[in-house]
């Protein structure tokens, strides 16, 4: 297991996280953030030791950036022109990513990340040590995927108590449509309707239903296009079923409306054995 500097870059929820549960493990953590008051709060904080610039981070054996989507890129090609280090990312899809920097990862310089967690709070100020832990972490490495530095990456995710899964990249995106991108737009769907009149009966399953649709809608823009060569087939098939039980309901078809409640009912019970496995 390497046991180098690692550098972390965006010291939001993911990063400041991630940052805090290496240092609690004994790990060396070197702190980035595009405003440098951000880094120097959370060295304040013990998770790490704040750089002003990229090439501080030359000792950085490994290096996560916890920025948004579209500003991944960059942002490696940026570390990786100053460092030896062994990169990922946190982002919510990969294929774009990967097909963007596929000269670093045949190099062995760059392996795709995605965290299965996370929150609809943003910021250092929600950071916690412990939010990776018995989490899922999906890797996906290509056919080009140098296996030492995939191995590198995925110890860095041990030290923080997380569950490995490796996934191609294509499989990740259409997978993430479904488990998570899609279920934040009809969280958003639902809370966009909610009028004035409505607010004051709003209890708990319409708490639990909305959550995610607090989370920050430009950085939930970026992941959405991104993905979108998934996101909208998949929209057009919740359509196809959200017509089919407008029809069922018009046509006062009961049987039809349970039998459509009840594949909701068993896509939550599908979710419920994931969990427990």
Request: charged share 25%.
């Amino acid at each position: 297991m390497a046991s180098g500097d690692i550098l972390i870059c965006g010291l939001g929820l993911m990063g400041g996280s991630l940052a805090a549960a290496l240092t609690r493990a004994g790990r060396s953590v070197l702190l980035w953030h595009r405003r440098p008051e951000v880094a120097q709060e959370a060295e304040r904080r013990g998770f790490g030791k704040m750089i002003a610039t990229l090439s501080e981070a030359r000792t950085a054996e490994s290096a996560v950036v916890c920025t948004p989507v579209s500003t991944i890129p960059s942002l490696v090609r940026d570390i990786a022109a100053v460092t030896r280090a062994v990169i990922t990312d946190v982002g919510s899809t990969k294929c774009g990513l990967l097909s963007e920097l596929h000269d670093l990862d045949a190099a062995g310089r760059f392996i795709g990340s995605h965290p299965m967690c996370g929150s609809h709070a943003t910021g250092l100020d929600h950071a916690d040590a412990d939010l990776y832990r018995g989490r899922v972490v999906i890797t996906t490495p290509t056919e080009n995927t140098d296996r030492k530095a995939l191995d590198q990456i995925e110890d860095m995710w041990r030290v923080v108590g997380a569950r490995l899964v490796r996934l191609d990249p294509a499989v990740h995106d259409r997978a993430v449509a479904v488990a998570s991108h899609l279920p934040h737009l009809l969280s958003s769907a639902a809370a966009a309707g909610l009028s004035d009149a409505a607010a004051p009966l709003a209890a708990g399953g319409f708490r639990d239903t909305t959550r995610v649709a607090a989370g920050d809608p430009a950085l939930w823009a970026d992941i959405l296009l991104a993905n979108r060569g998934e996101v909208v087939p998949e929209l057009a098939r919740t359509l196809a079923r959200l017509e089919a039980l407008r029809d069922a309901l018009a046509d006062a078809d009961r049987a039809a409306v349970q039998r459509w409640l009840e594949a909701g009912q068993a896509g939550r019970r599908r979710f419920e054995a994931a969990q427990h496995r």
